[in-house]
Structure formats: structure tokens, C-alpha cells
């Protein structure tokens, strides 16, 4: 599946979710049944994925935890606030380019719709965004 037709997907399934449970849970009730209902449409979902960076001679482990990781390619950080803040883009913006990815969003379940609340943000990976001395270190259970 293309990444278009993935991202397709996700967006109904957060739309759907949305529609039906409205704003006011807790972020931790969108997660769960976002990814269960992504799961029952066949589709890989690994929740709370740790990144690993080194820098400067230190390795630091669980630095980064991606909310909601699709297939391994595209990334969700999952809100349930009032208002986002430039600071949950950039957030995915990070994790984007520490992943080597190039796709994610922020889906904030507590905008009162939930176009207000979703935000697409695209990486061009081609790009080296991270310093020499910035590196993510591989996981041996996922390859980044």
C-alpha cells in the first residue's frame, strides 16, 4: 500500500473515533482504542515505541517514545488538549527525522472537530536534518 492510501486510512480511523467519542477522554483512551480499531483493519500498529539516541558520547535509551507508530512509516502523536502548540508539530518533526521517516500527525481528540485537530507533518528524509553528533541508535528490535 502506498503511503497516501496508509495515511488515508488513519486519518478515517481517527475520524471515525473522533465522531464517536467526541473530546474528553484522556489521550491514554484515544491511543488504545485507535490502535485496537487499526489493528481490526489489519494494520501494524506498535503503541509507546521507545528511539534510542546517542549524542556527544552518551547513549541515552527510551530519549523519544513515538504515541503510535503505523507500519513502520508513519508516526502519531496523539493529543487530547484544548489547543495544540507549535511544539506538538515540531515534536513529530523530531521524531520524523530521528526515524529517518518522512510522514506523521498530530491528532488532537480534544479540538471540538476533528479537522481542527489534526495536523500533517512531512519530513523530506533525503535531507540529513540531524547533526553528525546526533544519531539514533539502533534498537535491536526495530531497524531505524
Known sequence: MDIEGLA????????KLHKALGPGLLESAYELILS?????D???VDRQVPINIAY???SIERA????LLIEDRIILELKSV???????????L???????LSLGFVMNFGAPTFK???RRVVADHRTSFASSRLRVMQNPERQW
Open 8 to 15: 488515508t486510512r488513519v486519518i478515517d480511523a481517527g475520524f
Open 36 to 40: 485496537e480499531r487499526l489493528r481490526a
Open 42 to 44: 489489519g494494520l501494524k
Open 56 to 58: 556527544d558520547g552518551l
Open 64 to 67: 523519544f517514545v513515538i504515541d
Open 82 to 92: 484544548e489547543q495544540t502548540h507549535p511544539v506538538h508539530t515540531k515534536q513529530v
Open 94 to 100: 523530531t521524531d520524523l527525522r530521528l526515524t529517518g
Open 116 to 118: 481542527d485537530g489534526l
